[in-house]
């Protein structure tokens, strides 16, 4: 079972920056990412769908923090990072890391994993 956990949420006012990590990792078997992604899901809104990576650093982003989010794969350390820039109030949600791709266990087969989140807070 591939894990991931995500880090860096916190309080931050707006305008201000912070930078979210989500770690992959499986114990026992070799696994390999092809997709990792970042969801975020307000209070009282559904679960939406904000940045997205690829293995080969292709990148697509909500218009809604198009310029201001940055996401970015180290495949090395099978880790995605995201970096909020210029934050605005309605930011604020939990935010969730997905991650996809093969695992050995120890056939190859596919693995589509979620982090628990990590909370993000921006006051205006």
């Known amino acids: 079972q591939v894990q991931l956990v995500e880090s860096g949420g916190g309080l931050v006012q707006a305008g201000g920056s912070l930078r979210l990590s989500c770690a992959a990792s499986?114990?026992?078997?070799?696994?390999?990412?092809?997709?990792m992604d970042w969801y975020r899901q307000g209070p009282g809104k559904q679960r939406e769908l904000v940045a997205s990576v690829t293995g080969h650093g292709s990148t697509n982003y909500d218009d809604s923090v198009k310029d201001r989010f940055t996401i970015s794969m180290d495949n090395a350390k099978k880790t995605a990072y995201l970096q909020m820039d210029s934050l605005k109030p309605e930011d604020t949600a939990d935010y969730y890391c997905?991650?996809?791709?093969?695992?050995?266990?120890?056939?190859?087969?596919?693995?589509?994993?979620w982090g628990q989140g990590t909370q993000v807070t921006v006051s205006s």
């Open positions: 997905n991650a996809r791709g093969q695992v050995a266990d120890p056939y190859i087969r596919p693995f589509d994993s």
């Open positions: 499986e114990a026992r078997f070799s696994f390999w990412i092809n997709n």
